[in-house]
């Protein structure tokens, strides 16, 4: 489709993109840089009740069948369900794709678009698999976070019990608020009044729809607590801090 | 009286450049009055379509400094008073003449889409529960802002391809009537690329009547068409009941 061109925008005030771009690209960085040391390192992610969430659930721990790191093992779920997350794939298609890198920035002239409708980024399509697997991941955290509590010498609340906790809960509201979760809810249907359990899949549809509203927000406070949960875990494991108790 | 300097572009699809224009503002003036007052006072001939300056009828869109906007919600005291305000048509249309562009494509693309399509046998009575998530569809105003900032038009000339998020909010209303009975998933893989979007929001962010186009319109409609053509399991139930169907006639 012609129009006047590029030509007639050169006098337009540029969009200030970098502002938005920069902080997802070292956060996202930084945390792939982290999680990737973490996960191949194999070691200080226990310590008495405490298991760090980068090792959760713990797989073959003594190396019987795998003789490298366990998180390497089951880090894949966790990370397929962030990285088809939709809100996630908004983040970095602008911050490390520049595509766009801001809404009235233009992108770079003469690359091959294709969105999501060819390989790789097709696969983004299996976000509900990985939605369904990170709910068994959650299973699992809940457990680790209620064991966080019960210590050799009785039930008690640490400050790792504490991190554990929140962790667990913002990874909670972070997957409630998945738009596959909301979809397969009760998005699906074409009309409520008309199915069987219609309303109460409205409700679960409507209650869903507001955590949904502040997905981006749980996106990024359970990347900071997941990280920050396994940081305290290795802190404690490898003799660098105490854990204070609380109770 | 405070004066603000216009940079308006003047010209057609075969070229132009931006004029400066000097204008009083007054308080509460948005963009579309100090258009007025260019074409009252220093050039009649300046094209610029509108209609309602109420945000309503969705004809004054333009860019103003680089950001695509209705230029009767954009008020003067909301941008910067110390440089000049750069106001160009929609980039990712033709232009015709000075701010007026060509958005027939936009109706072009709306033929696509089989219109409303009422299931045999319907009941003409629905809740509110049903309904309201179509009702926040119906607020688009046509403005096509959302299609002009889309990059897949915008920077990637997908027009061919592409509805943009206009329709995919149309196709969306259609979809989850409750009386509507058509299914529009193959129409939205093959003919308005759905594929293309990569749901990076701009739509959203430039929408003057605050449709949450991408969470609310785009990201359920690409749910849908992973439920048709993108998910093995549902294939294989889908398959299972057609199979139990047939097996009881």
Redesign the interface.
């Known amino acids: ?4 061109g ?4 050169a ?5 200030a993109w970098w502002p938005q771009v920069l902080p997802v690209v070292l956060v996202l960085s930084a945390f792939g840089v982290y999680a990737t040391f973490r996960a191949f390192e194999g070691a200080f992610y226990e310590w008495g009740p405490y298991l760090s969430p980068f090792y959760s659930p713990l797989i073959d721990a003594h190396h019987h069948y795998w003789p490298f790191s366990p998180a390497l093992l089951i880090l894949g779920g966790p990370l397929g369900f962030r990285v088809t997350c ?1 809100y996630y ?2 983040a970095y ?2 911050a490390f794709f520049l ?2 890198p801001a ?2 920035v ?2 770079r ?1 003469g ?1 091959h ?5 060819k390989f790789p ?2 696969l983004q ?4 698999y990985f939605l369904y697997l990170a709910v068994v991941f959650l299973a699992f955290l809940w457990h680790d976070a209620v064991r966080g509590f019960f210590f050799g010498d009785g039930m008690g609340v640490g400050v790792g019990s504490v991190v554990l906790l929140v962790n667990v809960i913002l990874l909670t509201l972070y997957l409630f608020s998945c ?2 979760l ?2 397969l809810a009760g ?2 249907l ?5 199915t069987t359990f219609g309303c109460p899949r ?1 409700s679960t549809w409507r209650g869903l729809s507001v955590l ?2 502040r ?1 981006m927000l749980f996106a990024w406070l359970s990347l900071f607590s997941v990280g920050f949960a396994d940081f305290y875990v290795r802190l404690v494991s490898s003799g660098a801090i105490r854990d204070p108790r609380l109770l | 009286m405070a004066e603000a300097v216009l ?1 308006i ?1 003047r ?3 075969e ?4 004029a400066e224009y000097r204008v009083p503002v007054a308080p509460g003036m948005v963009v579309l009055d100090a258009l007025h007052h260019v074409q009252k006072h220093a050039a009649p001939d300046l094209a610029v379509r509108w209609n309602c300056k109420a945000g309503k009828c969705g004809s004054c869109s333009a ?1 103003v ?4 906007r209705l230029t009767c919600k954009t008020r003067m005291d909301s941008l910067p008073q110390d ?1 000049a305000i ?1 106001i ?2 929609m ?5 015709i003449k000075d701010l007026v ?1 060509d958005v027939s ?1 936009n109706y072009k693309v709306n033929k696509k889409i089989p219109p409303f399509t009422p299931r045999p046998g319907a ?1 003409w009575k ?2 509110q ?2 309904i309201d998530r179509v009702q926040e569809f119906r607020k688009c105003i046509e403005c096509f802002l959302c299609q002009n ?1 889309c ?2 038009v ?6 061919e391809q592409f509805g943009g998020p206009r329709f995919f909010v149309r196709v969306a209303g259609l ?6 009975g058509l299914s529009r998933t193959k129409l939205l893989k093959d003919e308005l ?1 759905i ?8 739509c959203t ?2 929408c003057p009547e605050g449709i949450h186009i ?2 609310n319109a785009i ?2 409609l ?6 048709d053509f ?2 093995p399991v549902l294939r294989l139930v889908r398959k299972i009941r057609g199979a139990g169907k047939a097996a009881d006639h």
């Not at chain 1, 006098?11 to 969009?15: K, L, N, S, V």
């Not at chain 2, 400094?65 to 695509?68: A, M, T």
């Not at chain 2, 915008?154 to 027009?159: A, E, N, V």
């Open positions: 489709m012609a129009s006047v590029d030509a007639r925008l006098d337009a005030p540029r969009e939709y794939r908004k298609y602008r595509d766009p809404c009235s233009a992108e002239p690359r678009y294709s969105g999501e409708t980024f097709i399509n299996a976000h509900r738009h596959s909301r979809h998005g699906k074409d009309c409520f009044s008309c409205h949904n509203e997905h | 940079k572009f010209g057609t699809s070229g132009g450049a931006t860019e400094n680089g950001r695509p440089q750069t160009l048509p980039k990712s249309f033709p232009v562009t494509w009941d629905f809740s529960a049903d900032v990059h897949v915008r920077d990637h000339g997908k027009q979809e989850m009537h409750p009386l509507d690329g594929g293309f979007c990569n749901i990076t929001k701009c962010e430039v991408t969470d990201i359920p690409k749910e849908r068409v992973v439920d993108y998910d």
